[in-house]
């Protein structure tokens, strides 16, 4: 070791270092080991944010931000503290590929059609009346629903109701950024018109198992809202039986006719903890970022404890070690970037063996409050 240490330090190889870089070269003797680590070290960070500084935040951008002065979205990203790479703004990234962010619409806002390559998807959180219109299709939105609007697809926003709309909305922006294919384009009228009946796809299957005879070969939305309803049918049904060891009851959202997920590069989860569930620990190489239905607890991530009650939201980065408790029966929306993980062929996964599967609490992570 002292060998390499006096090779990397000797003056002619830092001379060579030097020199070379004024041609923007580098050498790989050198770089190698933060290139290829022996396994992931991700820059996000584990990380959580209250509701109520959420809210506060998207209340007090609804003085400053109007559609008619903003002409967009008025939604505020979660910025991971561990990837502000990109300062003063950071790189609006929640984990290392993706893209998640709080977003308010007040009655009688509209937020304008547009379309992009990337991915996206969003889930309701608070009140009710609003609509996303996604390729001609309005569909209304209620708390709890989980809505895709794969990459491509026009859509925007309107809100003929009574009361403000809050929802989460998660994008592969990241990885689309770190790949270097972004397109965008606005539609030509402001909100696109209708073109088929309100909350088509919904109501097409309606059922949940079975598909219409058209969608025998695969279509990118066969479904543009799985309503809460069933979702929490499907837990409820999964609840007679026994728990995931690490998970508890945990749902999967997918696309019918060809049973991938939902969004073909963010997968989604509802997943439901009963009270005092204490999940094992265990880590996998895609990175979630978890939306807390209802309920409270603290998930363990790398012997921290992070406390979240409903509402709040935290990121479990990559291969971090991880183990949820539910104080009292919860539902944990979440989504994370396992479809482009499994593109690259890179997910593994570890069961924590010490302790009988649970870590040892190191350390509690203060949120910030509003
Ligand atoms: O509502 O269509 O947070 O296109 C980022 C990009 C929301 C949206 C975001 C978007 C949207």
Redesign the pocket.
Known sequence: MAEKNDFFNSIEVRDFTRDIAQYNLGPLWDAIPDLMKKEPTPQAEAYLWKYDLLKKKLVEATKIFTPERGGE?R?I?FQNPGLTYRQPWGWASATQTL?A?I?LILPGET?PS?R?VQN?LRYIIEGEGAYTIVQGQRVFMERGDYLI?PGGLW?G?GHPGDEPMIWM?C?DIPTVFHLGGTFFENHPDHLEKPSVPDNYTAQRYEGGMVRPISDRYPQIAPVGAYKWNATEAALAGLSRFEPDPCDGYAVEYINPSNGATANPTIGAWMQKLPANFHGKAHRHTHSSIYHVHEGSGYTIINGVRFDWEKGDFFVVPNYAWHEHVASEDSYLFSCNDLPIIEKFNLERKEEYEKNNGFQTVTGEFKALLS
Request: proline residues 0%; aromatic residues 14%.
């Open positions: 979205r939604a990203y893209y962010a977003q937020a547009h992009h996206a609007t859509h926003h909305d994008l």
